[in-house]
């Protein structure tokens, strides 16, 4: 069906390119921040447990509202794990229990998609000219602020 929602449709079409890259790399740091939470060790387990818990469960409400934005411009949510590693912006990572090496693979995971954002929030507002979709990356953009910011405060 034809939306209309005051963007042009070849304008909707590239911001859902670049959304469902973003939720590419939402679903991977998910996964990669679930796979701290099964196997951190060490004597402050349970606090870490829980940490990673908290942080994953936020990255499942950010990839469910990147995903649905997608598809309230007019597009599909490209979720399967194929598209997210042919999309992403991340890398996949070797499992470890270390909690340095977790924590700092996290944060830098964080701040690429920080800086994605940044790029983002211009490009959807001055080149496709959607101050809505400049707006949601703005609000993606203060939430992985906070999440980077918790785990860099393990690392100091």
Same mark, same amino acid.
């Given at each position: 069906?034809?939306?209309?929602? !005051?963007?042009?449709?070849?304008?909707?079409?590239?911001?859902? #390119? =670049? #959304?469902?890259? /973003?939720?590419?790399? =939402?679903?991977? /740091?998910?996964?990669?921040?679930?796979?701290?939470? @099964? %196997?951190?060790? !060490?004597?402050?387990?349970?606090?870490?447990?829980?940490?990673? +818990? $908290? &942080?994953?469960? +936020?990255? =499942?409400?950010?990839?469910?509202? /990147?995903?649905?934005?997608?598809?309230?411009? $007019?597009?599909?949510?490209? !979720?399967?794990?194929?598209? /997210?590693?042919?999309?992403?912006?991340?890398?996949?990572?070797?499992?470890?229990?270390?909690?340095?090496? &977790?924590?700092?693979? #996290?944060?830098?995971?964080?701040?690429?998609?920080?800086? %994605?954002?940044?790029?983002?929030?211009?490009?959807?507002? +001055?080149?496709?000219?959607?101050? $809505?979709?400049?707006?949601?990356?703005?609000?993606?953009? &203060?939430?992985?602020?906070? #999440?980077? @910011?918790?785990?860099?405060?393990?690392?100091?």
């Amino acid at each position: 069906m034809k939306i209309d929602i !005051g963007i042009s449709a070849e304008h909707a079409k590239k911001i859902a #390119l =670049e #959304l469902n890259k /973003v939720l590419a790399d =939402e679903l991977l /740091v998910y996964a990669k921040t679930r796979n701290s939470h @099964w %196997n951190i060790e !060490g004597s402050n387990f349970m606090e870490m447990h829980k940490f990673y +818990e $908290g &942080q994953y469960e +936020e990255l =499942e409400e950010i990839a469910d509202e /990147v995903a649905e934005y997608i598809r309230k411009i $007019g597009h599909y949510a490209e !979720g399967r794990y194929t598209d /997210v590693l042919k999309l992403t912006n991340l890398l996949e990572s070797e499992y470890s229990n270390d909690q340095k090496k &977790q924590l700092q693979e #996290l944060l830098n995971d964080h701040e690429t998609i920080i800086r %994605n954002l940044r790029r983002l929030i211009d490009e959807f507002d +001055e080149k496709y000219k959607d101050k $809505g979709a400049a707006d949601f990356a703005t609000q993606l953009l &203060q939430k992985h602020l906070s #999440l980077a @910011w918790m785990i860099r405060s393990y690392l100091k």
